[in-house]
């Protein structure tokens, strides 16, 4: 089993920069792919970026594309979400996620086996 633990959410202004932390427990093989989604409210959950564990290969959403850096630490079973020049319509609940299967899409939240708890981001204009 997987437990991941998402933190570092909060208010911030418009332009800021801030990075999420997600603290992943559980065997490796379980989390071969590591993501982050978020949902808006009214919105449904939406990929935002993921990263292979082992790979280090990296996906991003186009609406991120580079705004938005993904990066995890092997040693310390950790994967964060560096994002910058944030945007009040980034505002949303950010979720850790991990994927057992390497071949199947990372953009697909039904794809992913597990999930944090979420943290909140607002971004005040």
């Known amino acids: 089993q997987v437990q991941l633990v998402e933190s570092g959410g909060g208010l911030v202004q418009a332009g800021a920069s801030l990075t999420l932390p997600c603290a992943a427990s559980?065997?490796?093989?379980?989390?071969?792919?590591m993501g982050w989604f978020r949902q808006a409210p009214g919105k449904e959950r939406e990929f935002v970026a993921a990263i292979g564990w082992s790979s280090g290969r990296t996906h991003y959403a186009e609406s991120v594309r580079g705004r938005v850096t993904i990066s995890r630490d092997n040693t310390k079973d950790m994967v964060y979400l560096q994002m910058n020049s944030l945007k009040p319509e980034d505002t949303a609940v950010y979720y850790c996620?991990?994927?057992?299967?390497?071949?199947?899409?990372?953009?697909?939240?039904?794809?992913?086996?597990?999930w944090g708890q979420g943290t909140q981001v607002t971004v005040s204009s």
């Open positions: 996620a991990a994927k057992l299967s390497v071949a199947e899409g990372v953009l697909i939240t039904t794809n992913y086996d597990y």
């Open positions: 559980g065997r490796t093989f379980s989390r071969r792919v």
